[in-house]
């Protein structure tokens, strides 16, 4: 684990212990209930598909994900995507962004309820297969990493 990710978790545990200590279990387990509610609501099911030489995703954009993003990571199955197979279409009609072109000076911007589009380019997997996809966000703002992960099985695209 890069030190970087190992120091982002630590805090997240002291954070957590923190509250825990001062607030009780029970808010902690309502905090985690309403994160996975709203990763739960970020995936658009059944979007995972094949497409020609890759991966195809769709995820929804509720209005606790906002903002604007001057970097934005995937793994596929604990594997790091390079920038360049990784593209994000905000919208229906939107154009085809590269990874690689999101920076500070231009930050992918999300909108309440816009979805974006993902494709993720020399990735293969077989209809069937189950996948773990992770997203990581990071914000021009605080908090300054968001990330969310799914689990699914691989549907056959167009």
Do not use: K
Not at 76 to 94: F, I, M
């Amino acid at each position: 684990m890069p030190h970087g990710r190992l120091a982002e978790t630590a805090s997240l545990l002291r954070q957590g212990i923190a509250l825990e200590l001062r607030f009780g279990s029970h808010s902690l387990e309502a905090m985690a209930e309403l994160a996975e509610t709203i990763e739960t609501s970020l995936y658009v099911p059944g979007s995972l598909v094949t497409q020609a030489g890759g991966l195809a995703l769709t995820l929804a954009n509720p209005p606790l994900r906002v903002g604007a993003f001057e970097s934005v990571r995937a793994l596929v199955d604990g594997q790091p995507v390079p920038a360049s197979r990784l593209r994000v279409r905000v919208g229906e009609t939107g154009p085809w962004i590269p990874a690689a072109a999101i920076g500070p000076t231009s930050p992918l911007a999300l909108g309440p309820g816009v979805r974006t589009e993902w494709a993720i380019d020399g990735i293969a997997r077989t209809p069937g297969a189950r996948v773990t996809i992770r997203f990581e966000f990071r914000n021009v703002a605080i908090p300054p990493l968001v990330w969310c992960e799914l689990q699914e099985r691989v549907g056959e695209g167009p």
